[in-house]
T-cell receptor, first 110, second 113 residues
Framework: DVKVTQSSRYLVKRTGEKVFLECVQD?????MFWYRQDPGLGLRLIYF???????EKGDIPEGYSVSREKKERFSLILESASTNQTSMYLC?????????FGQGTRLTVV | DQQVKQNSPSLSVQEGRISILNCDYT??????FLWYKKYPAEGPTFLIS?????DKNEDGRFTVFLNKSAKHLSLHIVPSQPGDSAVYFC????????????FGSGTRLLVRP
């Protein structure tokens, strides 16, 4: 079974903090994704990586950066957390077409 | 501009009846389409997919139909069961973008016992 593991289920951070969300996959997938899910807005793509050290901006990259130093790990970084970044964050990986998701991280910024 | 749209935020269906969830897209270059199911506090799970070279794909109670000329796809669930109650997301991708997945806003399905 494909496993995509996100480091935390729940996080509470203060405004202005630097936040790291970690994601690891065990299936040697080329592609990895970070999405956020908000009510009524669905899953919006933040960043996408199709290879190690390669990244591409998604629809809402502002306020975020990513790092992919190893194939199995894709990190999402909130440089200076703000309250409008309170959301459910979902990591996914794929070989070609079908993506597998982690369990999600519910981030609250206070 | 949303490339993948699910215009019905919610749908309520009686157990045993058919559930039909709809999805429209604008990018004619999309060549692969997927449906995901999501329960609260969990990540989405893959349900069924269809390539643009097909117009129908079936897996048990789930069937996806693709109408390329109308840029429309639908998911049929027959018969619907209370355990099908979840949020369903439609997604699309294209080979030239390394199959980057673009999602719709989701439809919440409630199957009433």
């Amino acid at each position: 079974d494909v496993k995509v593991t996100q480091s935390s289920r729940y996080l509470v951070k203060r405004t202005g903090e630097k936040v790291f969300l970690e994601c690891v996959q065990d299936m040697d997938h080329e592609n990895m994704f970070w999405y956020r899910q908000d009510p009524g807005l669905g899953l919006r793509l933040i960043y996408f990586s199709y290879d190690v050290k390669m990244k591409e901006k998604g629809d809402i990259p502002e306020g975020y950066s990513v790092s992919r130093e190893k194939k199995e790990r894709f990190s999402l970084i909130l440089e200076s957390a703000s309250t409008n970044q309170t959301s459910m964050y979902l990591c996914a990986s794929s070989w070609v077409t079908e993506a597998f998701f982690g369990q999600g991280t519910r981030l609250t910024v206070v | 501009d949303q490339q993948v749209k699910q215009n019905s935020p919610s749908l309520s269906v009686q157990e045993g009846r058919i559930s039909i969830l709809n999805c429209d897209y604008t990018n004619s270059m999309f060549d692969y389409f997927l449906w995901y199911k999501k329960y609260p506090a969990e990540g989405p799970t893959f349900l069924i997919s269809i390539s643009s070279i097909k117009d129908k794909n079936e897996d048990g109670r789930f069937t996806v139909f693709l109408n390329k000329s109308a840029k429309h796809l639908s998911l049929h669930i027959v018969p619907s069961q209370p355990g099908d109650s979840a949020v369903y997301f439609c997604a699309a991708s294209e080979q030239r973008s390394s199959y980057k997945l673009i999602f719709g806003s989701g439809t919440r399905l409630l199957v009433r016992p």
